[in-house]
């Protein structure tokens, strides 16, 4: 599976701008500020409909524009597909697959599989927990529709219920408890589908996780990924029980919160380095090793799913990797398919050892396709 093809069209410091990838390994380089990262943004709004960089798409916009698009033909075998996703300030996303216009953003989820390693998803071993729930939320979802659907579902009961919840905390009344039941039966039937979901990811991830790291890194050093539930409970056939107990108790403080504070928008997920927090107490360094070991173990984890290897967005993965460790990580990635990496520098990109003489590699120089913009 890769991307052929990537247009972009007033998207960013891009007024117009075609670029045809090789199957296997890319290198995109060029100063900072030179529109590299950009690339790799947006073959990750096709793939996903969202950026990596920013939540907001009027920022994606060119300067003084209105609207932006981007385009991309991707090859699955024999199969090829055009994927298009508009966007202008006054109407929104619109979505595209071989000209036919999609109902649902969503549609294209998992479609191509992407992963990313960039200087922002420093968050997921630095940050709070909502990052890294809001991390295997992704990976999941491009896994699975299903997981998706499930989650959009319960953004819609958690809308409804934390209306009555903030009604009731604005009129300083108890909340209709006859009405609020509706919706945390509703709440409970979800979040123990997506619990569940959950517990059987990390069960076969974590093992994937931790094999990566030996291979990278060696085996004198054990990282784990471990997963809180905001409700505690023994098996599965002992969920809707211990769900709705917690949901009785912690009334008063869904109020004092004004919101639901029970159900997987609240789980947790830390990550641990030789039985310590790693956000705690892991160097800069350490971050960085396990952050790309759980790169390669989404890698590995998308391809079991999907029965072929994702699209790897590379942005500046030698920064901070010496020479050994760069190689490990490039032959960690098992039967890679398409791989883009962005460098400032192809004196760094030799240095590495990578032969950018190979017939399998395409070098794409910055300076040269926005001076071909025009074309």
Do not use: W
């Amino acid at each position: 599976m890769s991307i052929n093809r990537l247009r972009m069209t007033q998207f960013r410091n891009y007024s117009h701008a075609q670029i045809d990838f090789a199957p296997n390994m890319n290198i995109v380089f060029g100063p900072n500020g030179s529109g590299k990262t950009t690339v790799l943004e947006a073959i990750h709004c096709l793939t996903v409909t969202k950026s990596f960089r920013t939540a907001y798409d009027k920022q994606m916009v060119q300067h003084e524009e209105e609207y932006y698009q981007l385009e991309g033909e991707f090859v699955t075998g024999e199969d090829h597909e055009v994927i298009q996703l508009n966007y202008a300030m006054n109407q929104g996303k619109k979505l595209f697959i071989n000209s036919r216009e999609q109902s649902k953003l969503s549609s294209v989820v998992g479609r191509y599989p992407t992963v990313t390693l960039t200087p922002e998803d420093s968050e997921i071993t630095f940050g709070p927990p909502v990052v890294r729930r809001k991390y295997v939320n992704k990976i999941m979802s491009q896994a699975s529709p299903e997981h998706m659907g499930r989650l959009m579902r319960l953004q819609s009961v958690l809308k409804q219920r934390n209306a009555i919840i903030q009604e009731a905390a604005d009129t300083q009344r108890s909340p209709d408890e006859t009405f609020l039941s509706v919706y945390d039966d509703q709440l409970a039937g979800v979040a123990a589908e997506i619990e569940q979901a959950r517990q059987r990811f990390l069960d076969r991830f974590e093992p994937t996780f931790q094999s990566v790291y030996a291979d990278i890194y060696g085996k004198d050093r054990q990282v784990q990924f471990r997963f809180s539930p905001s409700v505690a409970y023994e098996s599965d056939t002992q969920f809707f029980t211990e769900f709705m107990e917690t949901l009785r108790n912690r009334r008063n403080q869904e109020l004092g919160f004004r919101r639901t504070v029970v159900g997987p928008q609240s789980d947790g997920y830390e990550l641990y380095l030789d039985g310590r927090s790693l956000r705690q107490y892991g160097s800069q360094g350490e971050h960085k090793l396990v952050l790309i070991a759980l790169k390669l173990a989404e890698g590995r984890y998308l391809k079991e799913e999907k029965g072929r290897a994702p699209i790897f967005l590379l942005d500046d993965l030698f920064a901070e990797l010496d020479v050994e460790r760069s190689q490990k990580v490039l032959h960690a990635i098992e039967n890679p398919g398409q791989i883009l990496i962005t460098s400032t520098d192809l004196a760094d990109v030799r240095h590495h050892n990578i032969d950018i003489a190979g017939e399998e590699v395409a070098i794409f120089d910055m300076n040269e396709i926005r001076d071909r913009e025009d074309l």
